[in-house]
């Protein structure tokens, strides 16, 4: 029988399936409170620092205090993978503001939740769907603004997401593309964006209420190592039909090509040349030791 997965709960690990947290979390109640999303690739975790460093930014502006260090939050991711002996795997890290009443007042909750789960790694795309690209929408589902539950903030609020997903898959799209209040190109529901034309490549900027994606940071700096001149600005939808190449960044969807977007054909309608070097020189960079955190 094989050995079930643990998963860290408050300084101690459960099997899954006894790992469990109070129905009066106010994680649970109200969605306060913080995650991360990373990967780890042949016993590296992929930019753990920067994980963590946005995971107690996240809290500081939530006014969330983390009863732990940095340095004692990545020893506690470290310490999940290896017990379950996870060398490629998605991990979750979440805090939420704890345990407390029926009420708001966050007052209520003396003391944060922290769990961390492992899993065997995450494919939000297949590598066949990969090569050709996806198929996306325009949500009608708009971006929360900066001055309000903004995903500048990786909050456990995630609504605004996944009600953008629900239409993606309603219309048999395969990910859903989030506009601003102002119409200006977001971000997908769980993925940064960037386009392709004349040989540059843009990408919306973090004050369009976009998450300030590691993967992103990540593509911006190789793009501009591979030659290319990256721009931050405005992106409007008609930008988007017009590019030469579209595609997607992230921990889970690592660099996805767009293909199509509300039955717009994107380019050549498969991933253009500018994209296929990127993601060449990504999957280069996420087996490189000095990008991430080893554990075995």
Known sequence: M???????????????SEAKISVYDHGLLYGDG??????????IVFKLK?????????????????????????????ETLKKNNLKDAYIRLVVTRGVGNLGLDPRKCPKPTIFIITEPMLQLHSPEVKEKGI?????????????????EIKSLNY???????????ITGADEA???????????????????????????????????DGITRTVIMKLAEKLGYEVVERNI??????????????????????????????????KPGPVTK???????????????GTPFS
């Open 34 to 43: 913080v995650f991360e999303g990373i990967r780890a690739y042949n016993g």
């Open 159 to 169: 609504l605004n997401s996944i009600l953008g997903k629900i239409e993606a898959n």
């Open 277 to 291: 070097r990127i993601m060449e020189g990504f999957y280069k960079l996420i087996k490189d030791p000095k990008e």
């Open 135 to 151: 198929k996306t929408i325009i949500a009608w589902v708009k971006r929360d603004p900066v001055d309000a539950t903004t995903h």
């Open 236 to 269: 409007t939808p008609n930008e988007l039909f017009t590019a030469e190449e579209v595609f997607f960044t992230g921990t889970a969807a690592e660099v996805t090509p767009i293909r199509k977007i509300n039955e717009r054909v994107i380019g050549k309608g």
């Open 177 to 211: 593309i989030c506009l601003n209040r102002a119409g200006f190109v977001c971000e997908g529901v769980g993925e940064n964006i960037f386009i392709v034309k004349e040989g540059k490549v843009f990408t919306p900027p973090i004050s369009s209420g976009a998450l």
């Open 50 to 78: 920067e994980h963590i460093d946005r995971l107690y930014r996240s809290a500081h502006t939530i006014m969330l205090k983390i009863p732990m260090t940095k340095s004692e939050m990545t020893k506690a991711v470290l």
């Open 2 to 16: 094989e050995k079930e997965l643990l998963v860290y709960i408050d300084d101690q690990f459960y099997p899954k």
